[in-house]
């Protein structure tokens, strides 16, 4: 069971989790280093170990983001195609978005955003 709670992490960033039947979005907040990845990864087991079809990751909130963290977002978005499910990235600011598409690792990600906000 997802846990619908807000994770604060205590390494600068937090995450709340919101579970509807066919969907589940992970709202993320603040600052997102590469020491983060592993801690990162740990609350997204509950959300890739069951739960609805989509998972949607907002990053509207998200102020900096490492690229090491794409890494977990990708092992993410593998499991859950595996089980037939979709991870979404969405609303990642300009600065976000633009690291997000210039890392390789991004290809198998499905990331939701408006062209001309590059």
């Known amino acids: 069971?997802?846990?619908?709670?807000?994770h604060d992490a205590g390494l600068g960033w937090s995450l709340s989790i919101d579970q509807a039947d066919r969907y589940c979005v992970v709202k993320l907040k603040g600052e997102i280093c590469a020491s983060s990845a592993g801690p990162l990864r740990d609350k997204f087991d509950p959300v890739a170990a069951s739960g609805p079809q989509e998972v949607i990751v907002d990053l509207s909130e998200v102020l900096h983001m490492e690229c090491e963290v794409v890494?977990?977002?990708?092992?993410?978005?593998?499991?859950?195609?595996?089980?037939?499910?979709?991870l979404i990235l969405s609303s990642a600011r300009p600065l976000v978005l633009r690291m997000l598409l210039d890392q390789p690792a991004h290809d198998g990600l499905q990331i939701a955003y408006d062209p001309s906000s590059l």
């Open 1 to 6: 069971m997802i846990d619908p709670s807000t």
């Open 71 to 86: 890494d977990a977002f990708v092992e993410l978005g593998g499991t859950l195609a595996t089980q037939g499910r979709q």
